[in-house]
């Protein structure tokens, strides 16, 4: 019986594929409308770059720039084209009639046609970009077509946790650039942690000086199998993050700061303790007065996870919180302010007479409702500077603050609840992909990792907008995001290969309508194209194992082992005999015709290697006829 390997979920190309063959011509996130035509735009260096409006300059010189890097010369600029002159045209003429962020991109034997304004132009050069093939003699070949693009949501975004682990400004705005590239548009920056507090305050510099410190870090997948107990420290400046803001800016991406309230806020109680419930702090008589019981200048500590500790809901909490955000919000101009308000525990309160009395007085019923009570005060507080506020969707809990966004993390079901009460919402649940924390893979040669499996088919099969909405329920879903948490990503070169290619999945069903995705275009064609373009530069990325290779059992005497390559140029090679495939085992070149005699039990193992040398995880198909 003859069997045919496949199903896998992360698939790939053989080299032939190119972006001109492409039904979306190389471009991720797929186009609203792509018409291609017959012919191509020579683009070499006798083309004239045409771009007389003032805004539109560093867009321009964005793709100068790359022309350059990618053909060996650059445009010269002109403001207008000569009658025999080739053109590429940046303009902003007839924009105003596009949706938010759109652009038109025309490419004829004659021009090269950019229309947009602001971030719609950008996005729309970054297409241009991604659609030219590689240099062929002294031109880049461009093809011929009509492009009419916007996104599907307004907020599309990516998160960094900074708290567990920092990452220097060089990556940060690395960071930005690749979302950038994919029209992604909010870099959610989370700043506040248990383990660290990230961002200078100038009124109160222990937040850096003793919250910024903890004395280890756990050593393997919790609870670890030890601590390098070597104290770990780092934080931004304030004219770190302006530069941060300002180069984001430049790049159409909002930094949405977040600062960790009512609980994961161990980094800031150990700088102030006297914000602290800790059960044994002497009573809330004179909150101004500084704690000096058991934890007072206690180092952060070194564990992940939550713990017990949490602001206590006093006045000199709030003044400390307002002060903090006064100097926040000066750094961040963006609309929103992210709260946290996630996983607060609640035993400290509970054991507090402090708070007793005051969900007493308040007349709440629990301490649920003194968190949301803590929580509408500070949203009141950030809306009177003309700010919103967004929390994890544990702000529903014990009533929902009048104003806030709320992002639904702990599946989808919180964003349905906040869709229902008329508030904004922004998905980004951990079970459908969005987590990049996640392992990207079943195999053991996963580098550590929070666990779960979340490839990148994953991500890309979820729909952000539930279908148990109403039709007006469903213009509150805004956005979408995905979340990268740093408990075991301590380096640029794993956040790296943490979020790509995940983010390519996260930046089409963000942009993309749902009748133009298309999985098997995406991943066969577009994916393989884009990780060997990565391929050549000093960007890390997960490399996906084989198409066609199931990661399940295949029953029969005569399997087809029939692969293809997941990344353009990369190479495969595979063992039968159980040993380790590496670059001297067999190369995969055409369909394998494994007989597996009757009882036995065989191992197909695989390995891809890039031409850089980038190595995917060893995968792994039992052939089995009949063994037990």
């Known amino acids: ?74 445009l010269r600029p002109s403001k207008a084209a000569a009658t025999n002159e080739r053109a590429i045209v940046l303009s902003s003429v007839g924009a105003e009639k596009l949706p938010a962020e ?42 011929a077509s009509i492009i009419k693009d916007y996104p599907r949501f307004q907020y599309r975004g990516m998160h960094l946790d900074v708290g567990r682990h920092t990452f220097p400004v060089s990556f940060i705005k690395k960071y930005i650039d690749l979302m950038a590239a994919y029209k992604l548009n ?49 934080f931004y400046t304030q004219n770190e993050v302006k530069e941060v803001v300002a180069y ?73 919180l307002e002060d903090v955000l006064d100097e926040v919000m000066v750094l961040f101009p963006s609309k929103y302010i992210h709260i946290g308000g996630d996983e607060s525990p609640k035993e400290y309160w509970k054991q507090s007479p402090f708070c007793q009395q005051l969900i007493k007085e308040k007349g709440l019923k629990d301490e649920h409702e003194l968190q949301s009570y803590f929580i509408q005060r500070i949203e009141k507080y950030i809306n009177s500077k003309g700010r919103s ?5 544990e702000i529903l809990e014990g009533g929902l603050a009048p104003n806030a966004t709320v992002m639904s993390w702990r599946g989808v079901e919180g964003g349905i609840a906040a869709a229902k009460l008329n508030h904004d919402v922004i998905m980004t649940p951990g079970n459908q992909g969005l987590y990049f924390d996640h392992a990207q893979s079943k195999s053991s040669g996963e580098p550590v990792n929070i666990g779960g499996n979340s490839p990148y ?45 995940r983010m390519f999945a996260l930046a089409e069903i963000a942009w993309t309508p749902l009748d133009k995705k298309n999985f098997k275009n995406f991943s066969e064609e577009r994916i393989p194209l ?22 399940k059992q295949i029953d029969g005497e005569d ?42 039990k065989i191992l197909l193992k695989t390995i891809v290697i890039t031409p850089k040398g980038k190595r995917s995880v060893i995968s792994e198909t039992p052939l089995n006829n009949g063994a037990k």
């Open 389 to 393: 506020i967004i929390g994890w969707d």
């Open 248 to 320: 984001a800016t430049r790049k159409f991406v909002t930094v949405i700061p977040e600062i960790e309230l009512p609980g994961h806020s161990s980094a800031a109680i150990a700088a102030y303790p006297q914000l602290s419930c800790f059960p044994d702090r002497d009573t809330f008589v004179d909150p101004k007065t500084p704690w000096a019981g058991s934890r007072k200048g206690k180092q952060v500590q070194q564990q992940w996870g939550v713990f017990d500790d949490v602001f206590a809901p006093t006045e000199y909490t709030f003044k400390f």
């Open 457 to 501: 088919s994953v991500a890309y099969a979820y729909d952000p907008v539930p279908e148990v909405l109403s039709a007006d329920q469903k213009k509150y879903i805004k956005g979408v995001q995905a979340n990268l948490w740093t408990e075991y990503i301590e380096s640029p070169e794993k956040a790296e290969y943490m979020i790509l290619p």
């Open 186 to 234: 909010n870099f959610h920056w989370h700043l506040t942690e248990d383990q660290g507090w990230r961002i200078e305050i100038k009124k109160y510099p222990k937040l850096t000086t003793v919250g910024a410190e903890r004395n280890g870090s756990v050593v393997g997948h919790h609870p670890g199998v030890t601590s390098d107990n070597t104290p770990y420290k780092g």
């Open 559 to 600: 399997v087809t082992v029939d692969l293809k390559v997941p990344v353009q140029g990369a190479k495969i090679y595979y063992t039968l005999d159980g040993t380790t495939p590496s670059d001297v085992s067999n190369q995969y070149r055409s369909a394998l015709k494994v007989n597996v005699p009757k009882g036995t």
């Open 102 to 143: 759109g652009y038109e991109l025309q490419v004829t034997a004659r021009n090269i046609t950019v229309t947009g304004k602001g971030a719609g132009l950008f996005y729309g050069v970054q297409s241009l970009m991604q659609m030219m093939p590689e240099k062929k003699g002294q031109e880049i070949d461009v093809p």
């Open 530 to 551: 884009h990780l060997a373009r990565l391929d050549k530069t000093n960007t890390n990325y997960w490399v996906p194992v084989p198409v066609g290779q199931s990661d």
């Open 1 to 74: 019986m003859k069997k045919i390997i496949s199903g896998l979920i992360l698939a790939c190309v053989t080299l032939s594929v190119s972006a001109q063959t492409d039904e979306n011509l190389g471009i991720i996130p797929a186009p609203v409308s792509v018409e291609k035509k017959a012919g191509v735009f020579k683009l070499d260096k006798t083309v004239v770059l045409v771009s007389n409006e003032t805004s539109n300059a560093a867009t321009a010189d964005v793709l100068n720039a790359y022309i350059a890097s990618q053909g060996g010369f650059a």
